[in-house]
């Protein structure tokens, strides 16, 4: 059974800093492309970080620079390390297992976590 498990999430202040994880279990981490995804109220849901199988990351723009994607092999977990927050970061944040190959994800073809909440308050 595949489960992926978003935990970390909180409420912090602008400018602050939160590290987000995913245990996953049922699937190797190493040999998926795994993301972070987040979707605010009243938003569809948004692409935020992917690492990919090789290793090499992809962000949105909107949080090069601030967040981090990584993947802890032994642990078989992925993280997302988002600083410098700003409300406008406030969301649902969920991790992703790819099953589609290429580059683009499709969110049907993926395993999908529960989510955690972000919040960031100005």
């Known amino acids: 059974q595949v489960q992926l498990a978003e935990s970390g999430g909180g409420l912090v202040q602008t400018g602050g800093s939160l590290r987000l994880s995913c245990a996953a279990s049922?699937?190797?981490?190493?040999?998926?492309?795994m993301g972070w995804f987040r979707q605010a109220p009243g938003k569809e849901r948004e692409f935020v970080a992917t690492v990919y199988r090789d290793g090499g990351t992809y962000y949105v723009a909107s949080v090069k620079g601030r967040f981090t994607i990584s993947r802890d092999n032994a642990k078989n977990t992925v993280s997302l390390h988002m600083n410098s927050l700003k409300p406008e970061d406030t969301a649902d944040y969920y991790c992703?297992?790819?099953?589609?190959?290429?580059?683009?994800?499709?969110?049907?073809?993926?395993?999908w976590g529960q989510g955690t909440q972000v919040t960031v308050s100005s």
């Open positions: 049922g699937l190797t981490v190493s040999n998926y492309a």
């Open positions: 992703a297992a790819k099953l589609a190959g290429g580059l683009m994800w499709d969110p049907k073809i993926a395993y």
